[in-house]
């Protein structure tokens, strides 16, 4: 079965610091993809990064990158210079493709708070 | 604007009644995906439609159904409501042969009185 496990339920960062959120899986499948999403208090559904399991160099966006270890199956979110606008529900989620479709599996999510 | 339309953005209804959950989306993606989250959960997977077609099923209850159209909007049909059926109902779609990075809606609150 495939699975996707956020260990942390809840953090804080100081404003202008960094932090990191961990997220691992478990899959048989070879050729997948992770993601990490943010749900902000509007509760709206932003795709933050995308990462193609097959590539070895880690995404990068902006003041979002991740730390991904195929070996391990772990796919880490670091948040740098952390903004107040970063406060949200993060949930990390993997995909593969199923014939013509794909799925993909959420895990829990962990909230982030931004302090002042 | 995420390009991925939900409509309403808010229902209240009573226990027992019916209602009709409306997405339209992204403009070229076929494969649209139902998620229900409530407060303070994570997101559950309902169901999910490839051009029409039912593909993958999830936690989704008898009492829910779903139907994708020609025109690729798709109808979540929730009935004999509940209060635990009180919940945010997302709509997603993605692009064909790309997997996964989900376009999301803006949900859908429902609230069961």
């Known amino acids: 079965a495939q699975t996707v496990t956020q260990s942390q339920p809840e953090m804080s960062v100081q404003e202008a610091e960094t932090v990191t959120l961990s997220c691992t899986y478990d899959t048989s499948e070879n050729n997948y993809y992770l993601f990490w999403y943010k749900q902000p208090p509007s509760r709206q559904m932003i795709l933050v990064i995308r990462q193609e399991a097959y590539k070895q160099q880690n995404a990068t966006e902006n003041r979002f990158s991740v730390n991904f270890q195929k070996a391990a199956k772990s796919f880490s979110l670091k948040i740098s210079d952390s903004q107040l606008g970063d406060t949200a529900m993060y949930f990390c989620?993997?995909?593969?493709?199923?014939?013509?479709?794909?799925?993909?599996?959420f895990g829990p999510g962990t909230s982030l708070s931004v302090i002042p | 604007d995420s390009g991925v339309t939900q409509t309403p953005k808010h229902l209240i209804t009573a226990t027992g009644q019916r209602v009709t959950l409306r997405c339209s989306p992204r403009?070229?993606?076929?494969?649209v995906y139902w998620y229900q989250q409530s407060l303070d959960q994570g997101l559950q997977f309902l169901i999910q439609y490839y051009n029409g077609e039912e593909r993958a099923k999830g936690n989704i209850l008898e009492r829910f159904s779903a139907q994708q159209f020609p025109d690729l909007h798709s109808e979540l049909n929730l009935s004999s409501l509940e209060l635990g059926d009180s919940a945010l109902y997302f709509c997603a779609s993605s692009v064909p042969g790309r997997t996964g990075g989900y376009t999301f809606g803006s949900g859908t609150r429902l609230t069961v009185v």
């Open positions: 989620a993997f995909s593969f493709m199923k014939t013509s479709y794909d799925k993909v599996i």
């Open positions: 403009s070229g993606d076929l494969s």
